[in-house]
């Protein structure tokens, strides 16, 4: 149709997008499964022995979750080097997604306090890269998510969520339910940025609780803080009856 423009010459990613989207509704034959989708598995399974042979000896240690969109300059990244430094001093290693923003900003807190900094990379189209300031030794590269988030749960003994988008939401929500269906230990979630967290736990109670779709108590399953020190305050004050070795 004249005055009609090809997507495709518009936005590149058009093309993989419609691609993906016709070969999820194509029949695949037989051999298709058995030299791409049964292999899969092996390559899923080689993630997972990777990460857990890497992760396994690390000790404690506390994920930070972020934006990598976030720039140095920005408060939420400060802040981000500020509790990472925090909280290496009193025994924990630091783990992210590896990448730039709150990533870069939580590896590089562990980095200044010379404590374990482990980053858990992601291949991505745009945005993800690694930061310098990850232990060579501590440093992987995922093609899966779901293995991926399975190491960010297995070896932490608590969250720090700062300002993000998607991922980090999905990273939230993931260590929430884990949590909240006993799946894994009650270890403390701190939120940071009471204004940026507001509208979403607003949600929580207006919907979700009204709802009947979380129980009252959920809404305990996490702390809000607006200041480096609280946030490290409370992954204390949670470990201060365990006997925590200072993971250097």
Known sequence: ???????????????????????????????????????????????????YEKLAKIGPCVSIFGSARLKPESKYYEMAVEIAEKITKIGFGI?????????????????????????????????????????????????YFFVRKVMFVKYSQGFVVMPGGFGTLDELTEAITLIQTNKIGRFPIVLVGSEFWGGLLDWFKATLLKEGMIAEDDLDLYRVVDTADEAVAHIKAFY?????????
Request: hydrophobic letters at 35%; proline letters at 4%; aromatic letters at 12%.
């Open 1 to 51: 149709m004249e005055g009609t423009k090809d997507e495709s010459l518009i936005n590149p990613e058009f093309d993989i997008n419609e691609t993906k989207l016709q070969n999820s509704l194509r029949q695949k034959t037989w051999d298709e499964i058995i030299t791409k989708d049964s292999w899969m598995v092996f390559k899923v399974m080689a993630e997972f022995v990777d990460g």
């Open 95 to 143: 783990i992210t997604g590896g990448g730039p923003g709150i990533m870069e900003a939580g590896n590089k807190g562990a980095f200044n306090a010379k404590g374990k900094s482990i980053g858990l990379n992601i291949d991505l189209p745009f945005e993800q890269h690694f930061n310098p300031y990850i232990n060579k030794s501590y440093s992987m590269n995922f093609d």
């Open 240 to 248: 201060d009856k365990y006997a925590v070795n200072v993971n250097f």
